[in-house]
């Protein structure tokens, strides 16, 4: 019997509290009315403010109306003025830091330049046999098989309008290299 009481008690709590709930549902009609009523008029005070601090219908206001707007204009302009000077602040902070880390980066390439410096002038000539065969690689020309190495020609069309001496370097030069294409239009003739 005892679990049947608790049953009962519980049922009576709830049914009592479903109908509390479904009395106060019956007059939400008359408080949203008022609560819109409400919310109404404070729109229109907090748009007549805003006009105000934007500078807008000010010839309605009194003298200690429009000083306690200036009051409240002054104050959001300390406290505006406060966080950008404390952003400011921080970005100067963070910008030392950084040109801090960047001239740390910077000694550091300094240091390995002057040790390269330094490598060098104590192997001078390793530094000569490398700046030789790289001379080497770029002027040595290319070069084409064995066969057509050998083989020279004579400039075939008339050099009208040159001077002997600048035409005559054109006409015998013994070093010059055809590729094969040529080589068989040239031999057919």
């Not at 700046?131 to 008339?158: A, D, R, T």
């Amino acid at each position: 019997m005892n679990s049947m009481e608790k049953i009962l008690e519980r049922y009576e709590r709830y049914s009592y509290a479903e109908r509390r709930l479904v009395a106060n549902d019956s007059q939400p009609n008359g408080n949203w009315t008022l609560e819109h009523a409400k919310l109404k008029a404070r729109i229109e005070v907090l748009q007549k403010n805003h006009r105000h601090f934007m500078g807008e219908d000010l010839d309605s206001l009194s003298l200690k109306e429009l000083q306690n707007i200036e009051q409240q204009l002054d104050s959001a302009l300390k406290h505006i003025r406060a966080r950008k000077n404390q952003l400011m602040h921080e970005s100067i902070t963070e910008l030392k830091k950084k040109g801090k880390v960047l001239q740390e980066h910077n000694n550091i390439l300094g240091k390995k330049i002057k040790e390269k410096e330094k490598s060098r002038a104590h192997n001078p000539q390793m530094e000569q046999q490398q700046h030789q065969n790289s001379n080497v690689i770029e002027s040595s020309p290319l070069l084409l098989p064995q066969p057509f190495q050998s083989l020279s020609m004579s400039c075939p069309y008339p050099t009208h309008g040159l001077e002997e001496n600048e035409s005559a370097p054109n006409h015998e030069r013994s070093d010059t290299l055809l590729p094969p294409w040529m080589l068989r239009h040239h031999l057919g003739d």
